[in-house]
């Protein structure tokens, strides 16, 4: 009988071992499950920092790329102070170079059409009588009252 006492202690000790064992297990398997949770969260918030980064990157050129622009347009402006639309004979018509300070430029003409376009060209003598816009082409033949007007004239005027 003593032996089997022992057995049924050794049993229910076993039992007792089998339970404490399968609720670690348990507890193993709920940390092991939860962890895979905390990984998986991990690489969706790191996934999301790399695409938040790469968004920042590209509002920073585009940043950058908009200054340029913005500095283009604020020489653009300052150079065109330099410049007055005029007539410079009959249906002809050239920014005269105009500086409102000293300088040490030649006077000049720039071509309308490319002025309009924010590209100074400045208008050479075209044989005796025109001048020409060697970007665009564009031929001017400066008279009034029939008589060539020279860059020079038009300063005078």
């Known amino acids: 009988m003593y032996t089997e006492i022992k057995s049924a202690i050794d049993s229910i ?13 348990k507890n193993f398997n709920e940390l092991v499950s939860a962890v895979s949770e905390v990984n998986a969260k991990l690489v969706d918030a790191n996934a999301a ?8 990157f590209l509002l920073t050129e585009k940043i950058c790329t908009l200054e340029k622009i ?5 020489n653009w402006e300052a150079k065109a ?4 639309l005029k007539a410079v004979g009959v249906d002809a018509f050239a920014y ?7 300088s040490s430029q030649p006077k000049h003409w720039a071509c309308a059409k490319c ?26 033949a400066p008279r009034i009252n029939g008589k060539f007007i020279s860059i020079e004239d038009a ?3």
């Open 49 to 56: 920092a790399l695409a938040s980064q790469e968004k920042q």
């Open 115 to 140: 002025f309009e376009n924010r590209k100074i060209s400045i208008l050479q003598k075209f044989q005796d009588n025109h001048y020409v816009c060697f970007h665009c082409k564009s031929l001017i």
């Open 70 to 74: 913005i500095m283009q347009f604020k």
């Open 155 to 157: 300063y005078h005027e």
């Open 13 to 25: 000790k076993i039992v007792s071992d089998i339970i404490k064992a399968s609720k670690e297990l």
């Open 96 to 102: 005269i170079y105009t500086p409102t300070v000293e």
């Open 81 to 84: 102070k330099d410049y007055t």
